[in-house]
C-alpha cells in the first residue's frame, strides 16, 4: 500500500466524520465553491459513500474537492486532530500506543471515529514531515492491516451481498424463506415491514388499547414514536427477494444454534426489512439531494457564465469608445499645440511693446500698495489672554509651528498635519475650530468636516507668521 496516495479516501473520511473540520472545510471551499464543486464531481471518491449522515457526506464531498491542493488536506488535518498534530510535532520516533493512552485519558471528549481519526493524522502527518513511524508499535501495526484490507477491498461489495453468496448458501436461503411463507402464510415480501398500525388493527394506536400482536407490531410503533409514515417512506420500492435473501444468509452466518428457528427468523427478518426500508428511503434521499444541490451549482454557474459574457461585451463596447477618447485626444493635443504657438506669437507681439510691460509692472505695485494699507487699516488691538480662553482646537502645522502656537496659546488643543486618525471627541464642544491650510492634508480636512458640532465655528489659518495670525484670528472672531 502506498505512503500517502493510497490513503487518501481514509483521510477525507476521518476529517468528514468529525464536527470538529467543518469549520475549516468550509472556509477552504467557500473561496471557491465552483471551482472545488467541480473538482469534486471528478474526483474518482465522489461517488463512494462513507455510510455516514447527510452532513457528513456532504462534507466528505467537499473534502473530494480541495484534496487537490495538498495543503488545503494538511492544514484541516492539523487543525482537527490537534492531538496527533502536536504529538508529530514533538517526537521524531511516533509510537501510536503512546498517542492513544494520551488520547484515553480524556476518552470521554471523543467519539470512535475521532479516536481512529487522531491514530490516522498522526500517520499522515509522520509521512509529511519525514517522522519515523515504529513498526513494532502494535496499535500501529492493527491500524495498518486495518487500512490495508480495506484498500484491497475497497471497490468490492459487501462479503454478504447477494454477488458474492456461492450457490449452496443461496439454495439454503431460499429454502428457508419457503419455510418461513409456510409457516406464517402472512409473510408477503411486498407488504411485510411496510403495513402499519392502523392498517393492521383498524384503531388509533394508543396505550389504553394496544394490540397484542408480539415484537413483530410492537416494531410498527417506532414509526409512530418519531412521526414517520412507512408507507409513504417505502412508496412501491419494495425490498426484492434477493435483498431479503440475503438478510437470511446474514442470520445463518451469525446463528450459534445448531438448528435454525423459524420462528426467531420470522422476527428477525420482519426487523431487518424495517431497517433496510429506512436505509433505501435515505439513499434515495442523499441521492436526490446531491443531485440536486449539483443541479443548483450548475445553474449560479451558467447564470454566471452569462454574466461573464454580457460584462466582456461590455468591455468591448468600452474599449471602442476608449479608442474613440484616444483619437479625440490626439486632435485636442493637435489643437494645443496650435494655441501654443499663437500664444507664443502673442507673447513676441507683447514683448514688442516695451511701454505696456513698465505699466503692467507701476499697476501690480499699486495694487499691492492699496492692499497694504486696506489690512493696516484693519488691524485691531488683540487681546491674546482672552483669545486663549477660547474652547478652540487647531489642526495642521508642523511640530515647531505648533510650539510657537502654544506660546501665545497655550490652552488651545492642537492636532498636528498627517494625524488624520484622530479622536473624534476632541472636537466636542468646541466654539472655535481653526485649520491651518498651509501645512495640512485632505484626509485630515475630511474627517474634521464629517465629525464637527453643528454650532462650532471653522476659521482658516493661510500664513506661518503667527502675528499676522494673531491678527487674522482677530480679524475673524
Known amino acids: 500500500m502506498a505512503r500517502r496516495g493510497d490513503v487518501t479516501y481514509f483521510i477525507i473520511e476521518a476529517l468528514s466524520k468529525t464536527e470538529k473540520s467543518y469549520r475549516h472545510i468550509d472556509k477552504i471551499y467557500n473561496k471557491d465553491k465552483e471551482k472545488y464543486s467541480r473538482l469534486a464531481r471528478e474526483d474518482k471518491f465522489y461517488k463512494l459513500s462513507i455510510n455516514g449522515t447527510l452532513i457528513q457526506e456532504d462534507y466528505y464531498k467537499k473534502l473530494c474537492g480541495i484534496r487537490y491542493e495538498a495543503d488545503n488536506i494538511i492544514d484541516v488535518l492539523k487543525k482537527t486532530y490537534k492531538k496527533a498534530a502536536k504529538y508529530v510535532e514533538n517526537h521524531y520516533v511516533i509510537r501510536l500506543?503512546?498517542?492513544f493512552l494520551e488520547i484515553s485519558r480524556q476518552m470521554h471528549k471523543y467519539t470512535k471515529a475521532e479516536v481512529d481519526g487522531e491514530l490516522l493524522a498522526a500517520i499522515i502527518l509522520s509521512y509529511e514531515y519525514n517522522k519515523k513511524l515504529d513498526?513494532?508499535?502494535?496499535?500501529?501495526s492493527n491500524k495498518l492491516k486495518l487500512l490495508q484490507n480495506r484498500y484491497e477491498t475497497f471497490w468490492e461489495k459487501p462479503v454478504y451481498a447477494y454477488e458474492n453468496l456461492e450457490k449452496e448458501e443461496k439454495r439454503r436461503a431460499r429454502a428457508l424463506l419457503e419455510k418461513v411463507k409456510k409457516q406464517y402464510d402472512t409473510f408477503d415480501i411486498k407488504t411485510i415491514g411496510v403495513n402499519n398500525i392502523d392498517i393492521i388493527t383498524g384503531i388509533v394506536p394508543s396505550k389504553k388499547i394496544l394490540p397484542k400482536k408480539g415484537q413483530v407490531v410492537a416494531l410498527d410503533y417506532i414509526y409512530d414514536l418519531d412521526g414517520v409514515d412507512i408507507i409513504s417512506l417505502v412508496g412501491r420500492d419494495y425490498v426484492t427477494e434477493k435483498e431479503v435473501i440475503e438478510l437470511i444468509n446474514l442470520y445463518v452466518a451469525f446463528q450459534v444454534e445448531d438448528e435454525i428457528s423459524i420462528k426467531k427468523l420470522y422476527t428477525f427478518l420482519i426487523a431487518g426489512i424495517k431497517i433496510r426500508y429506512l436505509?433505501?428511503?435515505?439513499n434515495k434521499d442523499?441521492?436526490?439531494?446531491?443531485?440536486?444541490?449539483?443541479?443548483?451549482l450548475d445553474d449560479i454557474i451558467a447564470d454566471k457564465n452569462k454574466e461573464i459574457s454580457f460584462l466582456k461585451q461590455e468591455r468591448d463596447i468600452k474599449d471602442k469608445q476608449l479608442n474613440d477618447i484616444e483619437v479625440e485626444n490626439k486632435k485636442l493635443k493637435e489643437e494645443i499645440q496650435k494655441l501654443k504657438k499663437e500664444n507664443n506669437n502673442l507673447k513676441n507681439e507683447?514683448?514688442?511693446?516695451p511701454d505696456t510691460k513698465e505699466e503692467l509692472s507701476q499697476l501690480r505695485n499699486l495694487m499691492f500698495t492699496l492692499n497694504r494699507e486696506q489690512q493696516e487699516a484693519e488691524k485691531h488691538s488683540v487681546d491674546v489672554e482672552e483669545v486663549d480662553k477660547l474652547k478652540a482646537i487647531c489642526f495642521g502645522g508642523t511640530s515647531k509651528w505648533i510650539q510657537k502656537m502654544k506660546q501665545h496659546f497655550p490652552n488651545w488643543i492642537y492636532v498636528p498635519a498627517g494625524a488624520e486618525q484622530f479622536d473624534v471627541k476632541l472636537l466636542k464642544g468646541k466654539e472655535y475650530i481653526f485649520i491651518n491650510t498651509v501645512t495640512?492634508?485632505?484626509g485630515l480636512y475630511y474627517r474634521i468636516i464629517e465629525n464637527k458640532a453643528k454650532n462650532s465655528?471653522?476659521?482658516?489659518?493661510?500664513?506661518?507668521?503667527t502675528d499676522v495670525i494673531i491678527q487674522e484670528i482677530a480679524n475673524n472672531l
Open 97 to 99: 500506543g503512546e498517542l
Open 135 to 140: 513498526n513494532n508499535d502494535i496499535i500501529y
Open 279 to 282: 436505509l433505501k428511503a435515505y
Open 286 to 296: 442523499k441521492e436526490y439531494y446531491f443531485k440536486n444541490i449539483n443541479q443548483d
Open 350 to 353: 507683447i514683448q514688442s511693446f
Open 440 to 442: 495640512n492634508s485632505h
Open 457 to 465: 465655528k471653522i476659521r482658516y489659518i493661510n500664513n506661518l507668521n
